[in-house]
Structure formats: C-alpha cells, structure tokens
C-alpha cells in the first residue's frame, strides 16, 4: 500500500491516546484496524477529525511510500540534499533543452 499510516500510531502513543478515547470522537475501531493491516485508507473527514483530535497536520499520519524505487537506493531517497540536486539538475537540463529549442527555430526562420 502506498500510504502508511505507522505516523499516526506512533502519534496516538506520543500524545497517550487511546482507541478509546479516538472511539469516543467519532473515529471507528474498524478503520483504525484496516490502517494497522494496510487493508484500508481515509476519507477526507477522517483525516480532518484525526488532525482535530491530535491536534496535528495530514503530514504527522501518514506518508507515500512508493512501490517500486526506480533503481535508487533507500539512503538516496532518504537524503534531502540529493534530491534537491536531482530537481536542480532537471531543471537546468529542461531550461537547456528550451534553449536550444529556441534557437533551432530562430535561425530556422
């Protein structure tokens, strides 16, 4: 599944929130059972009334993971730095591929 939800279970137990107490407010013993599984996702009230009831934002209880990794390794992912090359890197190559675009058609006129 794409989408973990491990955030939100280290979140309840951070804030010493029960299933109870997440029962109580409207959040379904069910869905949370379907979360820890990887069985189930959330609607967008669902990730409201958590955010309200932790007191934190979609990004604190849940995360994309993707399926396949493209043949980079997981501390490749994991490194902010390299990413941002990777972006930069994309992004010039894309301005200079528009670039000669450009020119192609300047001095085809």
Request: with cysteine; net charge positive; hydrophobic share 25%.
């Amino acid at each position: 599944m794409p989408i973990s939800y491990n955030k939100l279970f280290k979140l309840i137990k951070k804030k010493n929130r029960s299933q109870y107490y997440l029962r109580q407010n409207g959040i379904s013993p069910s869905i949370l059972n379907k979360l820890k599984n990887g069985k189930g996702g959330l609607d967008a009230r669902t990730i409201e009334k958590l955010c309200k009831l932790l007191d934190c934002q979609p990004g604190d209880i849940m995360e994309y993971i993707p399926d396949e990794i493209d043949n980079r390794t997981l501390q490749e992912m994991s490194t902010p730095e390299l990413q941002l090359s990777q972006r930069s890197q994309k992004i010039n190559d894309d301005k200079l591929s528009n670039q000669h675009e450009s020119e192609k058609i300047y001095y085809n006129q």
